[in-house]
């Protein structure tokens, strides 16, 4: 079995800066890529930042040069530094890890509430 949870949420005020963790445990052969995904009310789940095992990175455009994704793969952990952050950030945060057991399969946290108040 394989547990994703996330911490680090919270409520701050706009250009104020939060950091989030998640850590995969469990049964893992193989972290492939680890990311956060956002999901405002009313709105649909969207990606927030992912990044491979690797390291390589991919951002939304509307948080590209505010947020920082960085991973410890020793860790099974990865982590969002969020800066000058703004109200519309205000969503509840999961954490994704594919994990490859065969074929890659996703695993969700149960999610974190950023809110941002302006």
């Known amino acids: 079995q394989v547990q994703v949870v996330e911490s680090g949420g919270g409520l701050v005020q706009a250009g104020g800066s939060l950091r989030l963790s998640c850590a995969a445990s469990?049964?893992?052969?193989?972290?492939?890529?680890m990311g956060w995904y956002r999901q405002a009310p009313g709105k649909q789940r969207e990606l927030v930042a992912v990044?491979?095992?690797?390291?390589?990175?991919n951002y939304a455009d509307s948080v590209k040069g505010r947020f920082s994704i960085s991973r410890d793969n020793a860790k099974n952990t990865v982590y969002l530094q969020m800066n000058s952050l703004k109200p519309e950030d205000t969503a509840v945060y999961y954490c994704?890890?594919?994990?490859?057991?065969?074929?890659?399969?996703?695993?969700w946290g149960q999610g974190t509430q950023v809110t941002v108040s302006s």
């Open positions: 994704n890890a594919r994990i490859w057991a065969l074929k890659d399969v996703d695993y």
């Open positions: 990044i491979s095992s690797g390291g390589s990175t």
């Open positions: 469990g049964s893992i052969y193989r972290i492939n890529t």
